[in-house]
């Protein structure tokens, strides 16, 4: 497995990382299982306290961090500098929640009674995807350091760059070895790490194919995971909305990160009444996006993480066009220096279409038009995806109604989608399981032990 990072916008390689070999992963592990055994006796205020001390480094080093990740996959800076707030924010929220782990009073029988006390678990594996480098890992780091789990770090080869530094940042706030170690492996040493005792449970970000992997042996290994892959998420349109807010929210949300966001506005569900409307203002929005360097301050749209993704999401739109679909906004790969991929709209999708049921993770959208509330429900429900989603209308009522019969884990209402450290996150269906970030996330990789008393 390689891990080279290559400028998406000049295709120069610009680092290389070696593989570790075994003896360097078996010193990662004992390492952190050291430090698991250490923290037994050290208190969460303690760690609350280094969490606090990240959050200020990742700030002091905010800019350093997002010209990474512009290097690495193409984020622009403006993009790259609110990741990494979100990071800051993340580590910040678990410092200022550490009584989350209070022990809880239960009872049973006649009044006796029972507390519920939670501990740590053992060794974390945390295998994160190239699309948001430095807040996938901080989302499950922050809470297990918190906890006194250590992290391992498998990242997505692209950013490897992102993953040093990031390592370099928990460094520099003086957390103690073992805590977090970014580990260079590969598939086969993934595998074997899982299937090591020390390690009591795994978190992926990633597609479905390697979720079903990772899952697999996991699972084999009777090791506990939370699983954060696809999603195809449905951009509700209300005729009670208000269309010129949904019209910039909904182009805001499908072509952040270029489009590269598991929780990007996919479908656009519009009722017939605004949907004229909504149509026209989208096709404007989607052919003014201004393409270039992810590091020019003024550029709108940067390149796809890699030239590979860029082909690959040309077959799908070409095969969509093939099978009826019709192309509202046109674009695709654009020819010359970069891998840019000019913003796509698409319309009349039915089922018999594969582009129906697939995720697209770039610039492109689709337009379904629904008779009425029922029928939007019924188009977002047909899906194998499951992971957020947003519904505007000006009744907040009515669109609360809609939003809860949404088979999904997150529906935000008349605002796109995002990331908060207080509110849970994660899937159902095909874009999986567990929860990341607020107190559900705190407690998917803790001993949740019952003491109880006579």
């Known amino acids: 497995m390689g891990y080279t990072v290559t400028n998406p916008y000049t295709g120069e390689t610009l680092k290389q990382f070696t593989t570790a070999d075994d003896a360097a992963v078996e010193e990662a592990l004992t390492q952190a299982a050291q430090f698991y055994?250490?923290?037994?006796?050290?208190?969460?205020?303690?760690?609350?306290?280094?969490?606090?001390?990240?959050?200020?480094?990742?700030?002091?080093?905010?800019?350093?961090?997002?010209?990474?990740?512009?290097?690495?996959?193409?984020?622009?800076?403006?993009?790259?500098?609110?990741e990494v707030e979100l990071c800051a924010q993340l580590a910040e929220y678990y410092a200022a929640h550490l009584d989350l782990l209070d022990a809880k009073p239960y009872t049973y029988g006649t009044g006796k009674k029972a507390l519920l006390e939670y501990h740590s678990l053992g060794i974390i594996m945390s295998i994160e995807p190239w699309n948001f480098p430095y807040s996938q890992v901080v989302r499950v780091l922050a809470p297990n350091y918190l906890i006194g789990n250590p992290v391992v770090l498998k990242h997505a080869g692209i950013v490897a760059g992102c993953a040093d530094l990031l390592e370099k940042m928990v460094q520099a706030a003086g957390w103690e070895a073992g805590a977090f170690k970014n580990l260079f492996v590969s598939h086969a040493q993934v595998a074997q790490i899982i299937a090591d005792q020390r390690v009591q449970g795994v978190a992926l970000t990633g597609s479905e194919e390697v979720g079903s992997t990772i899952a697999g042996a996991a699972g084999k290994n009777l090791v506990k995971s939370t699983m954060e892959l696809g999603g195809s998420d449905v951009f509700v349109i209300l005729n009670d909305a208000d269309v010129q807010l949904a019209i910039a929210d909904a182009t805001a949300a499908r072509l952040r990160n270029s489009g590269q966001v598991c929780t990007s506005a996919k479908r656009y569900i519009v009722e017939k009444e605004v949907a004229a409307a909504f149509?026209?203002?989208?096709?404007?929005?989607?052919?003014?996006?201004?393409?270039?360097?992810?590091?020019?301050?003024?550029?709108?749209?940067?390149?796809?993480?890699?030239?590979?993704?860029?082909?690959?999401?040309?077959?799908?739109?070409?095969?969509?066009?093939?099978?009826?679909?019709?192309?509202?906004?046109?674009?695709?790969?654009?020819?010359?220096?970069?891998?840019?991929?000019?913003?796509?709209?698409?319309?009349?999708?039915?089922?018999?279409?594969?582009?129906?049921?697939?995720?697209?993770?770039?610039?492109?959208?689709?337009?379904?038009?629904?008779?009425?509330?029922?029928?939007?429900?019924?188009?977002?429900?047909?899906?194998?995806?499951?992971?957020?989603?947003?519904?505007?209308?000006?009744?907040?009522?009515?669109?609360?109604?809609?939003?809860?019969?949404?088979?999904?884990?997150?529906?935000?209402?008349?605002?796109?989608?995002?990331?908060?450290?207080?509110?849970?996150?994660?899937?159902?269906?095909?874009?999986?399981?567990?929860?990341?970030?607020?107190?559900?996330?705190?407690?998917?990789?803790?001993?949740?032990?019952?003491?109880?008393?006579?």
């Open 37 to 82: 055994q250490q923290q037994k006796s050290i208190s969460v205020a303690s760690r609350a306290k280094k969490l606090q001390h990240f959050a200020k480094i990742l700030r002091e080093h905010k800019e350093e961090l997002a010209h990474e990740a512009a290097l690495n996959m193409g984020k622009r800076l403006i993009e790259g500098r609110g």
């Open 279 to 454: 149509i026209a203002g989208i096709q404007k929005t989607f052919s003014a996006q201004k393409m270039g360097d992810p590091l020019d301050e003024t550029t709108e749209l940067a390149p796809l993480s890699s030239h590979n993704a860029a082909v690959e999401l040309q077959k799908q739109v070409e095969i969509a066009i093939a099978h009826g679909a019709k192309v509202l906004v046109a674009g695709g790969i654009v020819a010359g220096q970069g891998n840019f991929f000019k913003p796509v709209v698409l319309t009349d999708i039915t089922p018999a279409n594969p582009a129906y049921y697939q995720e697209f993770f770039g610039p492109v959208a689709q337009v379904f038009i629904a008779e009425n509330d029922a029928a939007v429900v019924a188009l977002a429900n047909d899906s194998h995806y499951g992971l957020a989603g947003a519904v505007y209308g000006k009744d907040e009522v009515r669109a609360h109604r809609v939003a809860s019969q949404l088979e999904t884990g997150q529906v935000f209402i008349n605002r796109p989608s995002g990331a908060h450290p207080e509110l849970p996150f994660g899937g159902i269906k095909h874009s999986g399981y567990g929860r990341e970030m607020s107190d559900l996330g705190l407690y998917e990789f803790t001993n949740q032990k019952i003491i109880v008393f006579k």
